[in-house]
């Protein structure tokens, strides 16, 4: 059983940075696709970014790309979010998931359904 734990949250003003990482523990994410969701006060947790298991192929949201990084470090098992030029609209918990995948498929998933592990979420505040 695969345990997530996101960690780098914190307060930033708006136009800075912050790098989450989500650790995993109990087995390998090696053959992991991985994503970041985030959810705000009052809204639905929103598809942020997802990884193939070889870090091959990303996904991003219309609303983060060019601002957010998604990258991971297998042998360390861990996936991280790099957000830069943050906005105030970006405030929301942040999740990291994850769902096994045969190694033979390089893809990744967009959506909640899709991930079966989740992590307790790290909140972001961005401040105007």
Not at 35 to 64: C, H, L, M, N
Request: charged fraction near 20%; glycine fraction near 10%.
């Amino acid at each position: 059983q695969v345990q997530l734990v996101e960690s780098g949250g914190g307060l930033v003003q708006a136009g800075g940075s912050l790098r989450l990482s989500c650790a995993a523990s109990g087995r390998t994410i090696s053959n992991y696709v991985m994503g970041w969701f985030r959810q705000a006060p009052g809204k639905e947790r929103e598809f942020v970014t997802a990884i193939s298991w070889s870090g091959d192929r990303t996904s991003y949201a219309d609303s983060v790309k060019g601002r957010f990084t998604i990258s991971r470090d297998n042998a360390k098992n861990t996936v991280y979010l790099q957000m830069n030029s943050l906005k105030p609209e970006d405030t929301a918990v942040y999740y990291c998931a994850g769902r096994y995948v045969p190694l033979n498929r390089h893809i990744y998933f967009n959506t909640v359904k899709e991930y079966d592990i989740w992590g307790q979420g790290t909140q972001v505040t961005v401040s105007s």
